[in-house]
């Protein structure tokens, strides 16, 4: 049996003998075993970052860019490899994964330009020969804890910038498809980083509070769900550490009268359905505004018996399984909710079987209608593969109900109207915000980061935002000649 230990210190190692199961989630097999790390495990970990993190920072930064441009090359020519390690242990269509994996690319791509990047700020005779500017510097130890839902793409939007800022940084990976990390970590070794400036600690709970407690960890990135990111933020603040924490999502695709119907209804096939709903910028939530509602719903429902449920060894698969067993159930269950709540179940993914693979973690594609604002399988995160359509008489209710929903992550508007499409951009209260393309997710360029319970902290993740989180800012004002003597001064000088 694979057993699936830690990368510390350029080692596959771990001291804890407490193991858990990793599954095929397309048959229920048990297929590897992850390492729970121990208190010790971890001390090696904190130990090697720091020891090589100091070195790693007073390497130049274009040494750095030149070590992240041979990883990038290394990550293309494995990619095949990568994305079959994804899809095994989550169950993603492998197109799918690689999609994941490029979008994770794009950020060591960025992150090649980091010479540019970490360019300060400078301003000569702020006073008389007075010079003053501002540079970033890193912060020493950052952490990562990532979902299972992507285990290469979330990872790649935080270590490779955390790293090529200066920073030494610890990735405590989804138990539940934790072989990618280590591939992803071997492979930068590989490209040249020295060894303890990347590890990798796998384990649950138990790890993520010590790295949450840990005096030597200076910064926490977490994506997850919405109540484990509310954790992680209080007790990484409560520990004095600079903290970004990514949650769940509602994702509403709002349709209006105008809309290219066809192309609205593609949008919601593959962003409601795509990797059986476990994207945190899925579309869960169809908004029919006017009299499209009933064409809508017709048109989805067609679509969706077309979609093939099938393994991710089936290369005419749309979908593949959910994570497990537990989150199966969870799934079902909200969809007997929604049918005791009073919404209308026109397409029903409970029970799905595919010959073969009886005891795989299948949902069918599952659609809703007429659901109500009142009701659980509105208000709460299902992830899988879930669509609820929603109708309301306007464009006005149709805003409120985006705005008014608890999480804020992605919103999609499809229209053929100019002036509606700059109002729901410019008025919706959500961190990503599409125009007939329904899943807006930000390039690496940019960055990545809902609002209200879907992020808690203060920046998002890659772009610009990446580099500010991953360095503190120090201003220096300087004086030469320094044998100018003017005597003390008791007024804040103005010039
Ligand atoms: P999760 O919150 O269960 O787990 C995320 C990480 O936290 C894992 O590494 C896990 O080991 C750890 N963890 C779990 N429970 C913990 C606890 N009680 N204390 C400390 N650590 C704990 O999330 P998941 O099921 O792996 O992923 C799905 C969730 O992630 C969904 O809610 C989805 O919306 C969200 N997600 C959000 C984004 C985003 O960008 N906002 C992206 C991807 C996924």
Redesign the pocket.
Known sequence: MNKIQNYINGNINSLSKNEINVEDPSTGEVIAKVVLSSIDDFKNAIETSKNSQREWANTTPLKRSRILSNYKSLIEKNIEEIASIVSREHGKTLDDAKGSVTRGLEVVEFACGIPHLLKGEFSQNVGTNIDSWSIRQPLGICAG??????PAM?PMWMYPIAIACGNSFIL?????DPSCSIKLAELFSEAGLPDGVFNVIN???EV??LILKSNEISAVS????????K??YEQSAKNGKRVQA????KNHLVVMPDANLDQAVDGIIGAGYGSAG???MAISVAVAVGDIADDLVNKIHLESQKLKVAPWTDPDSDMGPVISKEHKDKIEKYIDIGIDEGAKLVEDGRNYKIQGYENGYFVGPTLFDKVTKEMTIYKE?I?GPVVCVIRAKNYNEALDLVNDHAFG?GTSIYTSDGEISRHFTTNAKIGMVGVNVPIPVPMAFHS???WKQ??FGDHAMHGKEGINFYTKLKTVTSRWPGNIKSGPEFVIPTN
Do not use: H, M, Q
């Open positions: 804890i990532t979902p299972f839902n992507f979330v405590k990976p989804s138990e539940k384990g649950d709970k993520v509070d977490f994506v997850g769900s919405t109540p484990v990111a954790y992680i990514l949650g769940g999502a476990e994207r945190c995160e992830f992550n990545f980061g809902g879907s992020l």
